[in-house]
């Protein structure tokens, strides 16, 4: 499986598609973060689009073809003070997402790492 890139493990883009659905949805579901996402239900379009990125971003970084269309991470996330509980809410979505589709346990800590990569440029900025 190790030969195999992130972006084949989970599921290329359709299969990256689903996972990203199920963590927005894991999202506007969950206490600590939920205000955040909920207002996009009244904007289709926008949460479209930050889906679309949100695809596009674990495809490039998971080694798919796919360029990555949306801001940096610090950017997309300036303004927002986001803080820890809100940032590991979000990691648990994320995991809970994966084990519900049966991603395996080694492609969950790949993607784990990635997260913890990017939570400096996520937290507070």
């Keep these: 499986m190790a030969t195999k890139s992130l972006y084949d493990r989970l599921g290329r ?19 600590v973060i939920k205000a955040r996402f909920i207002p996009y239900q009244t904007q289709p379009e926008r949460l479209e689009l930050i889906k679309q990125h949100t695809v596009q971003f674990l495809s490039a970084g998971g080694g798919g073809p796919q360029e990555y269309g949306g801001r940096s991470m610090p950017d997309a996330h300036r303004g927002m003070n986001i803080n820890e509980a809100e940032y590991m809410a979000a990691v648990d979505d994320i995991l809970a997402t994966l084990k519900s589709h049966a991603i395996d346990d080694e492609t969950q800590k790949d993607v784990l790492a990635i997260a913890y990569s990017l939570k400096g440029e996520i937290l507070r900025v």
């Design 13 to 31: 883009a359709e299969g990256i598609r689903v996972l990203v659905d199920g963590i927005v949805a894991a999202h506007m579901k969950n206490d």
